[in-house]
């Protein structure tokens, strides 16, 4: 194993940290190794907006269900799927209108989110943590002005970024025959692979929480689709622009 698949295979979300600040260097460096991730036809449809702001950040803790490590954390990143640059970037060569179609939603999406997990590698290879927040979602109306965002840009999600200040284990993950097909989708492995993921997270989870929580993946998914959220998502991305037909 290489230093590079050992350090993907560490990876943990980190949801305390020091209050050590990041250098504009290391900030720097993040970001290139963001850009360095694929993009879809070269568009790079995303843009981060880095908060480091007190207020700023208080609010969008607020916001974001209030998850107090997005105030505690020194930088919070917050990655847009962005068509506006583009739209901007054409105007002097043609009027165009940016075609506003579930694909090229998906383009900036999936743009946004491969920068960002390269983000999360360069920053924990420089000894940094980090965690996702879909959470900004909850009040994606609310967050987007709040960040001033223009039509055809919308938050995907933001990601705390700093020293870690704690040593959580890593939450295991289901077995790789359940993810894994050969040649075409199986679900032959799914029995087997489900029921022992689910005993070994029942067992992560009770030792997570002081063991006074009886639960596992199965569980856990049913209980997350039977809650609707965020159902004002849509209706905001047609007021930003966004078809998706």
């Not at 295979?9 to 460096?29: F, G, M, V």
């Amino acid at each position: 194993m290489n230093t590079t698949i050992s350090q993907l295979q560490q990876h943990r979300s980190i949801r305390k940290y020091k209050p050590d600040l990041l250098t504009d260097e290391q900030l720097q460096a993040i970001i290139q190794s963001a850009q360095s991730a694929p993009t879809s036809s070269n568009m790079q449809a995303y843009s981060v907006i880095a908060v480091t702001n007190p207020e700023i950040k208080s609010e969008l803790a607020k916001l974001a269900a209030n998850q107090s490590y997005i105030e505690e954390c020194p930088v919070f990143l917050v990655w847009c799927a962005d068509l506006y640059r583009l739209q901007y970037a054409t105007a002097s060569v043609e009027d165009i209108q940016i075609p506003t179609t579930t694909e090229i939603f998906i383009i900036a999406t999936v743009d946004a989110a491969l920068a960002a997990q390269n983000a999360t590698l360069a920053a924990e290879s420089l000894g940094l943590g980090a965690v996702y927040i879909g959470g900004i979602r909850d009040n994606i109306r609310k967050v987007s002005e709040l960040l001033r965002l223009p039509k055809l840009v919308y938050p995907v999600f933001g990601m705390c970024v700093g020293y870690p200040d704690q040593e959580p284990t890593s939450r295991p993950r289901l077995p790789v025959e359940t993810i894994l097909h050969r040649e075409h989708y199986s679900t032959d492995h799914y029995d087997e692979g489900i029921e022992h993921y689910n005993q070994s997270l029942q067992a992560f989870m009770a030792t997570r929480v002081g063991g006074n929580r009886d639960t596992n993946w199965s569980k856990e998914m049913a209980k997350r689709l039977k809650s609707r959220k965020r159902d004002d998502v849509t209706e905001f991305l047609h007021d930003q622009g966004f078809e998706l037909n």
